[in-house]
């Protein structure tokens, strides 16, 4: 289904495509409307092991990627929002894609092919610059996580990924923030590597601590380097 204009000026504003001009960004929507997805909940949009997938552009909603298990359990690996891209660490290696896509949410995903990303990629240094620069961050990020995940409690876990994001605490004047949650918890658990009665416990802990305080979808977090002492006494590992 066409995108609408909305969805398309959102794209437009994509980070991944700011090298491209925007009446090329156009001509690529326009010339592939069969690669413009507009998705319900749960749709699974991209299979584990394509090959050359090309890349994957979200112009709004929240998508999860997840992979089975042996015994045919699903995990999910991360959520992607609107803004984010998938399959770019292909586009620089013959691997195959490592996991499937599913939207979580109403979502809109471009697909561009990998001809067209080839080919902005050798007319554009600065778009091919951005792209290694995502997959490079996209490293940074997964051996991160897989630190925290080898070496961290559940508590400290949640903190870690839905506040700060590892090394990126957030700050504001007042030092309080925020924070809303549009991951269903059972999905959130899956995505930490905890059960949802560790998770559901992790909460609670903060609650009791003081340190955080529920809020409609969300929570209210008083003081952000409180919490971020709170799970890493001796400040950030990274």
Request: with cysteine; glycine share 6%; aromatic share 10%.
């Amino acid at each position: 289904m066409p995108f609408s204009e909305t969805e398309i000026a959102l794209l437009k504003t994509s980070v991944v495509l700011q090298d491209i001009p925007p009446a090329e960004v156009l001509e690529a929507v326009a010339a592939y409307p069969e690669r413009q997805f507009g998705l319900p909940p749960n749709q699974v949009f991209i299979e584990i092991g394509e090959v050359e997938p090309g890349l994957y552009i979200i112009g709004h909603g929240t998508v999860e990627m997840f992979v089975l298990d042996a015994d045919g359990k699903e995990k999910i690996l991360d959520f992607a929002r609107t803004g984010g891209t998938l399959a770019e660490e292909t586009l620089f290696s013959d691997r195959p894609l490592q996991y499937s896509a599913r939207s979580l949410t109403q979502a809109a995903v471009l697909h561009l092919p990998n001809s067209l990303v080839s080919e902005w990629i050798a007319r554009y240094p600065a778009f091919s610059r951005r792209l290694m620069s995502l997959v490079a961050a996209r490293i940074s990020f997964l051996y991160k996580d897989m630190l925290t995940f080898c070496t961290k409690r559940a508590t400290a876990r949640l903190v870690c990924y839905v506040v700060c994001h590892f090394d990126r605490a957030p700050t504001t004047p007042d030092g309080s923030y925020s924070l809303h949650l549009a991951i269903p918890r059972h999905k959130l658990a899956s995505r930490l590597g905890i059960s949802d009665s560790h998770l559901s416990r992790s909460f609670r802990e903060l609650q009791n601590e003081g340190l955080i305080v529920p809020q409609g979808h969300g929570y209210f977090i008083p003081n952000v380097p409180a919490l971020s002492r709170y799970v890493c006494p001796a400040g950030c590992d990274f």
